[in-house]
Every structure is written in structure tokens, then in C-alpha cells.
């Protein structure tokens, strides 16, 4: 048959394959914002406009576009200028990672005036896992945010991301917005049992299949143990993972590896393996699987570094401060309960994968193995792909283009070891993709924990004692286990003055999809817990619930002791919890919200507090280079990735800040392991305290070369010189960038400056979220009627993206609180594999939230910054909690707070059949 298509006012005859949708024939032909979010028309990632009507092209034929005009984002702008949604969204800054942008900008461009009036029903198709919605909802209404540069004035300026253009026109590149001539497909068989042995595997029917190149099994990968996290000291994980393993431990474990010429001939042959497996006796209950008797999962020695293996306890950590008995026998008012936290999908719109290629190392001329991954840590990947093939450095370059979305999801090895396997043992490139089912069961998840906590006080509210048994299920493997857990019963614990201080908590294996690293890395589940009880406690004690935080919250100079000893590094170097617990006290002061609530509602009110170190333990490394350009210009080299937390701008505001420019005089080079030396990775919040602080002494440094050497090469008291924005001025004459680095170029002098930061010392960063909310009896509905957020963020770098990670991190919270779980059933498989039954936040189910920053500069951070990307998320939960028990005198314990399960709460509440927890 004939067939024609125009896209972007070109025409293609090219006839698309058998039931190929419209999205993969977009992308086939180099129309890369053409996104894969879910295929299954969920996330709106991939909406294009097929005769000016926005479709999901996932889901829509490519046939079915035959004869019609398909536009996608990079068809928008005309004659050069851009469309005017587009000019909106660079305006309001209506993006982070950007993965979603195009599909908002396909939909948002073709809304008419009657939708535009009805933004929850025009927007339900379109996904975003990043803002929050207030600045996508911004950028529709026209509202503009963003600042324009000026010189050596850039730090504390709301400007605009650098890669804002080319996200609004759908030319920012991605992980697989790349195409490499000869490419093989990879498809992985995966495990259909919780816990079984491979007797034996047929492939012979597998590589029958036209186009299958190789099948991969555990007879062909290496025989060593490593974990799939990924941390500056590999110690912190134990060694319990292989490539492939001839035992499986969870439903959706990889078992083959096939790679092909296309993803179908891939799948097929998946399909054409043949396993025999000997089921083994799973546990999928982490406090069954800490009992004698129960099935062993790895059942390995002490390289492993697994804490108690034959126990099943992948880490655990106990301790005391004072004596908590005493401390028990003390209070007049003890409160003790147990809260549960579920699994959490970091829901990143791109998923995990990856690409790799060989090609010429530029500096010894020898070939190399190259690897564009969608990863939070490249240089950490690295490190392990060299360690698991025995490669040297400078065989193995790791690159992340920009990334669509991490979530800490991406501090792990997920893909690149296998695909690895499959370049190296075929020669050729290779990808590996996710699909969003595989996300769900084959990635990681937050960790479910269970938190009993036992606090006591004294009438007038000082606490006395502090006890908590925790019990993290880490899943089938142990990467990040015993971190989360060990980070978990940290700051949480350490806020707080109490004489007497106890912990006894456990990371347990199960056969269950593993766990991993997630914003908040532990402390959100155990916070839910410790300011539920503290709001509990002040009821007991008929005390305000801020009263009793701030008789008890520690004070500035103090240091966070808990039952595990004090971290020698952390310092509350500037402190602003204090003006967050005032933020809390000023809406209460001011709020009227309540006039909103539908007649015959509940309404109530909460609040709840957080603190965080602003970097992980143990060390956390950046290096940085900044360089003078011939043509006056400037170049920063930094290795931390860019996902949509900002680091990229707010590096570019540093550099601009000590070297008097403005930031669009500013290139940057970054997450690739060939542009410095070390990156430990953009995870812990340190993008900008960590790789932020190499950065400004690397600016720092230059600024200085630059002076000295321009004030020496124009004969000028150094004292009389300084940097404009494209030339330094030598007591009123000014002499061209350009000009300096030609003349030092004559005398053999290169103007570039490296600087480096270890991560320690830290500081504390502090956060409070207060909730209005309105609870109809009669159905279960909860309307949020308010919503405010204290963040101490230090010297904020920049106010409208500062303001984004605290609203993307509440939606992203709420979402776990109201409705976000991932279900297992009785033999450990997921159930809830695709967005449609995984609900995620859409715009219609965020508030806007009003978020104040605190007034503080940190003694630590760069020029007084601290980091905001992960602690907004943790106060949000028991904030929530809190103000529901407000509203019904019911105190739920169990996330998330579903709909029929407060429903059923009131009821029996009401009948006198359910006691006032939940």
C-alpha cells in the first residue's frame, strides 16, 4: 500500500511495521521529544497533535496517521520563534527534569478558552513527577517567574535553567535521544518464581529466532559478587548480587539476557527459553523471616558483609544514650505505637537504561567501551563495571545525558552490567530500556518499614525518654539496606533532646522486589512515625503540639545525639528550625481556610518537622575546572549529573557570581566521566553543597589567576583591578577577555583552576509542613484546604527553582500519603505494574503550597547554602496525619491514608467499634 504522512511540515512515505505505534515511527525518524513514558497511554510523555488534536501516540496507530499532519514539540516554534506555550514554560520555568515538558506543551498548546477554565479535566491525560504542578499550572496562565542575568549579581537571582530552550523545543537530549549505527537490542527473560534454582536453561530455540545475535546466561557472566548501589565506599552495601544467578530470589529477577536486531525479535526470544527451576521455600514478611526455621536467602559467607546471613538480616544497629527504663519510669505521660510505611515507585518518567558503544579514547588512541546511561552516579558506575570485567580506567567511559527524573532510583547499577556483558562479548552496541511493567519489578522501591516507637515526658513537657524498634524490608537484595536504615534512625532521633535514648532496628531480606535508595533515605518513614507520637503525646499532656517541639527540638551550636553515637562531621552550622516551627505559628495565626470546607465536613489541622544532614557520611567528592575560553568566555568541567534538581544553574550562578559575568557567558561540561577526575554522584542532596563547593573554589581560584596575572600584563596595582562581565577592569580601562587569554596564551600560561570538596564537615538542614484538610464522613474524601512549607535552605542560590524542589517534594509526599502503594501479593510479585493501577499525583490532586524560606546562611555550604532536594518530602506524611487525626480523633498508622480506609475508620469510629487509631 501507499503511504503518507506530513510531520513538522515534512513528508515521509516510509510505511510503518505491523501494529508499530506512532510514537517508536516518530522516533525512527529523529523526532526525539517524542518521549516513552509508560507506553500504555497513562503519562501523556508521548502526546504529539495529529491535525492540531493532541493524541497519545503510545497508544495511537502509526497507520491510522496516514493522510494527516502530525506535529510534535519540535514543530511548535515557526520561522524560528517559539510558539507562545512555549515562551510560557521557559517564563514560569515550568519544568525540571523536563522529560514531561513536550507532552504538557502538546496538550497545554491546542487547550481552547473552555478548557483552559477547567485546567484538572484538560490535564488528567499529562503526568509530572518533578514540579508539584503549581509552575506547569504557572506557565498556562501566562505567569512569568524567571529573572533575566546580570552580572556578577547571578547568586539569589530566580534564573532560568540553561537547558530551558532546548527542553521547550524538545532538543534536550536524553539517555536514548541518540542514535548509534549498528545497534542491538536487548530483552530480558525474568523470574516467574519468589525463590527457586536453575536446574538447567535451553536457549537452542532462542537463537533460532531471526535476528537474536546472543543469549546470555549465569554460565557466561563473571563469578563475583558485588551490589547493584552504588556509594563513594562500596562497603556500605554488602556483596550479595551477580549479573546473572543460578539462584532467583524474587518474582522478576533477570534469568537471560537475549539481544537481537530489534526489540522484537528480543522478546521472542525470551519467549523461546526454556527454564526448569527448583522451587525453593520464600518469606516475604520481613518479621517471619527473622524467625528460626525461616527459608535462608542468601546463604553466604562473611565477604558478603551481610550482617546476620543464616538470620536473614542483611544490617541492623543497636545502642542506648542514658538508661530509657529510668528515663520510661520518669515520665508521667508515656504514648507508644506502631506505624507501618509502604512500598514507594520513584516513578520517574524515564526509565532505567542504557546504551554502549566503542570508540576512540581521544587522548591514548585505543579503543574503549562507552556507556550513555540514565544514571545519578556515572562515575560510580564506572568504578564498578571496571571492578566486575576487570577493565582499566581509561577503558570505560560513563556518560549521562540529561535524565528524566532519579529520585535516588538511579543510585544504582541496574542495566549497564549487563549490557555491558552483551557489547564486550559481541562487539557491537547495545541497549537495554526499560519498559514502565519492568520499572515496577525489576528496578528498586522505597523501603517498607515498620516503626514502633515508645516516647515519655513530664507534665510540663519535657521529654524523658525515646525508644524505637524498626524493621526496614530491604527486599530480595541488600543495596542500600543497611544505609537506609542506619540513616533512618538518625536525624529523626537526633532533633530531639531526651537524657535517654534507645534503637533497636534491622534491615531484613525477603523475597520481594528489592528496595533501594528514595528521597528522604529512610527518615521520612521513621519521621511519620516519631511526629505522629509527639502530636499524640501533646494530647496526652493537653500541650500545643508546637509548645512541646520547641520545649524539646535541639537549639543552635547543640549537637544531634543519639543512641548510636554522634557523628563527629555534623554541625548545625546555621540554624533556622526555629523560623520554620514560626511559619507553622503564623498561618495558624492567619488561616481562614476553613471557611472552604463543604458543609457537614471534618475539619482539622496538623503540622509536623524535619532535619536532615546536608550530605551523606563518610565522605562525598567532587571535583571541578573552571577555564577562561579564547573567545572570552568561560567553561566549568563538573561531573554531577543533571535530573531536574538544578545543580546545572545553580553551578553557572556560582561561577558567574565570583567571576563577575553573567551566566549566558557560562558553558558547562558535566556528568561524564572524561570531563574531571571524580564525581561521587548526584545523590544525598549534594549537588549543590558538594559539587556546588568545588565549583566556587575552582571559580574562586580562576578569578584570582585571572586578576593577578591581567593586573601584572597591564601594569596595574592588583588592588585597582576587577572582572566585568566580559573584560577586567584596570582602574577604569578595561582590557577584553579576550585580549587576557591571548596574551597569556603568549606567555605560556593557561588560565584554568581546579577545585575539589570532600563533603565533610555537614550541616543541618530543617523543614516543617503544616495542613488544613476537610474530610467528608459520609465518603472518605479528603479535600486539602491548605497547605504551607518552612524550608531552611541557607543562602537560597535560586528562589523559583529552590521553590520547585520543596513543591515537587510535597507532591511527590502526598502522593505516598493519599494513594501511592506498590502491592505484592502472598508470593512476593508486584501487582500494581503500570501508572493505571500505580496512581500517581496528577494536577487536579495537588494543592499549591505556600513555601517560606527561613532567613539563615550556613557556615558550611557555598556562600551560605544548604541542600533542599530531598527534606522537603519527609515532615509532609505525619503533617498529613496529624491534621486528619485533627479532623476525625482517629489516628491512622498505616500509609497510605486510602480514600475507603478513612471512610471505614469514621464509621466504626461513629459506631463505637474502633478504638481512635488507625
Known sequence: MSFEIRVNDQDFVAEPRPGQCLRTYLRERGWFGVKKGCDAGDCGACTVQVDGEPVHSCVYPAVRAE?????????????GELHPMQQRFLDAQGFQCGFCTAGFLMTTSALNEEQLTDLPRSLKGNLCRCTGYRAIEDSVRGVKHAEEPCAGQAVGRS???????????????????????????????????????????DTSAALRVPGVRAVFTHHDVPDKLYSSARHEHPTEDPDDT?????????????????????EGAAEEGCRRIVVEYEPLPHVIDPELAMLPGAPVIHPKGPESRIFRAEDNVCGEVHGEL????????????????????????????????????????????????????????????????CALYDLPMEKVRVVAGRVGGGFGGKQEMLTEDIVVLAALKLHRPVKLEFTRPEQFYGATTRHPFKVTVKVGARRDGVLTALQFRVVANTGAYGNHGPAVMFHSVGESMGVYRAPNKK??????????????????????????????????????????????????????????????????????????????????????????????APPGWLVGQGFAMSAIATGPPGGHFAD???????????????????????????????????????????????????????????????????????????????????????????????????????????????????????????????????????????????????????????????????????????????????????????????????????????????????????????????????????????????LGAKSMSESPFNPVPPAFANALRD???????????????????IAEHRAGTRPPRG
Open 67 to 79: 493522510g494527516r499532519s502530525v506535529t510534535t514539540v519540535e514543530g511548535l516554534a515557526k520561522d
Open 159 to 201: 534564573l532560568g535553567a540553561p537547558a530551558g530552550p532546548q527542553v521547550v523545543t524538545g532538543t534536550a537530549r536524553y539517555t536514548f535521544d541518540v542514535e548509534v549505527e549498528g545497534l542491538l537490542h536487548m530483552k530480558l527473560l525474568r523470574s516467574p518464581h519468589p525463590h527457586a534454582r536453575i536446574v538447567s536453561i
Open 242 to 262: 551477580r549479573v546473572l544467578d543460578d539462584v532467583v530470589r524474587f518474582v522478576g529477577q533477570r534469568v537471560a539476557a537475549v539481544v537481537a536486531d530489534s
Open 322 to 385: 542514658g538508661n530509657v527504663e529510668k528515663g520510661f519510669t520518669e515520665a508521667d505521660v508515656v504514648y507508644e505505637e506502631t506505624f507501618q510505611t509502604q512500598r514507594v515507585q520513584h516513578a520517574s518518567l524515564e526509565t532505567h537504561g542504557c546504551v554502549a558503544w566503542f570508540e576512540e579514547n581521544e587522548e591514548s588512541g585505543e579503543e574503549r567501551i562507552a556507556v550513555r546511561s540514565s544514571t545519578q552516579v556515572p562515575f560510580l558506575t564506572r568504578r564498578a563495571l
Open 503 to 596: 534503637v533497636n532496628a534491622y534491615s531484613v531480606y525477603t523475597n520481594c522486589v528489592p528496595a533501594g535508595a528514595f528521597r528522604g533515605y529512610g527518615l521520612g518513614q521513621v519521621t511519620f512515625a516519631l511526629e505522629s507520637a509527639m502530636d499524640e503525646l501533646a494530647r496526652r499532656l493537653d500541650i500545643d503540639p508546637l509548645v512541646l517541639r520547641e520545649k524539646n527540638v535541639i537549639g543552635p551550636g547543640e549537637h544531634m545525639e543519639g543512641p548510636c553515637g554522634e557523628e563527629e562531621d555534623l554541625h548545625i552550622a546555621s540554624y533556622g528550625l526555629d523560623q520554620c516551627l514560626q511559619v507553622v505559628r503564623t498561618a495558624l495565626a492567619d488561616d481562614r481556610s476553613a471557611e472552604l
Open 624 to 862: 571541578a575546572t573552571v577555564k577562561l575560553l579564547e573567545d572570552g568566555t568561560y567553561d566549568i568541567a563538573v561531573g554531577t549529573a543533571e535530573f531536574g534538581n538544578g545543580t546545572t544553574t545553580v553551578h553557572k550562578q556560582i561561577t558567574a557570581g565570583a567571576l563577575g559575568t553573567t551566566v549566558d557567558r557560562i558553558a558547562i561540561r558535566q556528568s561524564d566521566t572524561d570531563v574531571v577526575k571524580h564525581d561521587t554522584g548526584a545523590f544525598g542532596s549534594a549537588g549543590t553543597v558538594v559539587a556546588g563547593k568545588a565549583v566556587m573554589k575552582a571559580a574562586n581560584a580562576l578569578a584570582e589567576q585571572i586578576l593577578s596575572f591581567t593586573a601584572e600584563y597591564a601594569r596595574t596595582p592588583r588592588s585597582l583591578v576587577r572582572l566585568n562581565a566580559d573584560a577586567v577592569d584596570c582602574d577604569g580601562r578595561p582590557v577584553p577577555l579576550k585580549e587576557v587569554f591571548e596574551a597569556a596564551r603568549g606567555r605560556g600560561v593557561e588560565l584554568t583552576a581546579d577545585g575539589h570538596w570532600g563533603g565533610s564537615p555537614r550541616s543541618v538542614a530543617f523543614n516543617s509542613q503544616w495542613f488544613r484538610l476537610a474530610v467528608d464522613p459520609d465518603t472518605g474524601e479528603i479535600r486539602i484546604l491548605r497547605s504551607v512549607h518552612g524550608a531552611d535552605a541557607g543562602k537560597v542560590m535560586n528562589p523559583l527553582q529552590c521553590r520547585g524542589q520543596v513543591e515537587g517534594g510535597v507532591a511527590q509526599a502526598l502522593g505516598a500519603t493519599l494513594f501511592e502503594q506498590v502491592l505484592v501479593d502472598e508470593r512476593g510479585e508486584v501487582t500494581t505494574a503500570a501508572f493505571r493501577r500505580y496512581r500517581l499525583p496528577a494536577y487536579a490532586d495537588v494543592p499549591r503550597t505556600e513555601v517560606h524560606f527561613t532567613d539563615t546562611s550556613d557556615a558550611i555550604g557555598p
Open 887 to 905: 479532623a476525625t480523633g482517629i489516628r491512622f498508622t498505616e500509609a497510605p491514608f486510602l480514600r475507603d480506609k478513612v471512610w471505614q475508620a
